[in-house]
């Protein structure tokens, strides 16, 4: 059974720089295809999608903050970490980590992903 | 910023039909890219309802349907049940975010 579970600080102060961690069971990042994701929600507002790690190391970000953010991934570890520096009030939000499946269609022709299992989320604020 | 524009809220009474339109453009939903639903009940993390425009996760109930057309998608809940209260967002790919999806504002379903 897929699970994934986010852990990290709950409080940050604004500059300083925020690392999650993701730990995950039931499939490995090392198996082709295989691919995490980090989400997050803001209080009250909508979803947002942070970065993707691939199962060949692979990585995709936002590039509103691409500048910002680093995802890696341990595989012998089950785990991804996401860092993001100079954290501001904004940035407070819950975060998310999920299995992100990819899938081809044949009717458009591209690849689509979507996230299939979620962590439960973690809270993080960002205060003095 | 979302680009992908949903009402805020629908509501309906018990038993009774409510569709949720996601809205996009041409460097997302209207270029031919997927639309997936997602879920997400009070204090919970978001679940997966629909993916590909129309293909339900086995466990997701034949109530929930969705379908895309053009540069718009729609999620469709047929038989309101009071466990259905809760945000729904949809989700597809855009060519500026360069890997990653995006996903829709957020329609809140209240269950009368």
């Known amino acids: 059974q897929v699970a994934l579970r986010e852990s990290g600080p709950a409080l940050v102060k604004p500059t300083q720089t925020l690392t999650l961690t993701c730990t995950f069971s039931?499939?490995?990042?090392?198996?082709?295809?295989?691919?995490v994701g980090w989400i997050r929600q803001s209080p009250g507002k909508a979803l947002e999608w942070l970065a993707r790690i691939d199962w060949d190391d692979d990585k995709y970000y936002r590039p509103s903050l691409k500048t910002r953010l680093t995802v890696s991934r341990d595989t012998s570890k089950n785990q991804v970490v996401l860092t993001m520096t100079n954290m501001d009030p904004v940035d407070s939000a819950t975060y998310f980590c999920?299995?992100?499946?990819?899938?081809?269609?044949?009717?458009?022709?591209?690849?689509?992903?979507?996230?299939?299992?979620w962590g439960e989320g973690t809270t993080v604020t960002v205060s003095s | 910023q979302s680009v992908l524009t949903q009402p805020p809220s629908v509501s309906g009474a018990p038993g009774q039909r409510v569709t949720i339109s996601c809205t996009g453009s041409?460097?997302?939903?209207?270029?031919?890219?997927?639309v997936h639903w997602y879920q997400q009940l009070p204090g919970a993390a978001p679940k997966v309802l629909i993916y590909?425009?129309?293909n339900r996760p086995s466990g997701v109930p034949d109530r929930f349907s969705g379908s895309k057309s053009g540069t718009s998608a729609s999620l469709a809940i047929t038989g309101l049940q009071a466990e259905d209260e809760g945000d729904y967002y949809c989700?597809?790919?855009?060519?500026?975010?360069?890997?990653?999806?995006?996903f829709g504002t957020g329609t809140k379903v209240t269950v009368l």
């Open positions: 989700q597809s790919y855009d060519s500026s975010l360069s890997g990653l999806g995006v």
């Open positions: 999920a299995r992100v499946v990819g899938r081809y269609s044949g009717s458009s022709g591209n690849y689509y992903y979507y996230m299939d299992v």
């Open positions: 590909g425009n129309d």
């Open positions: 039931g499939f490995s990042l090392s198996t082709t295809g295989m691919r």
């Open positions: 041409s460097s997302n939903i209207g270029a031919g890219y997927e």
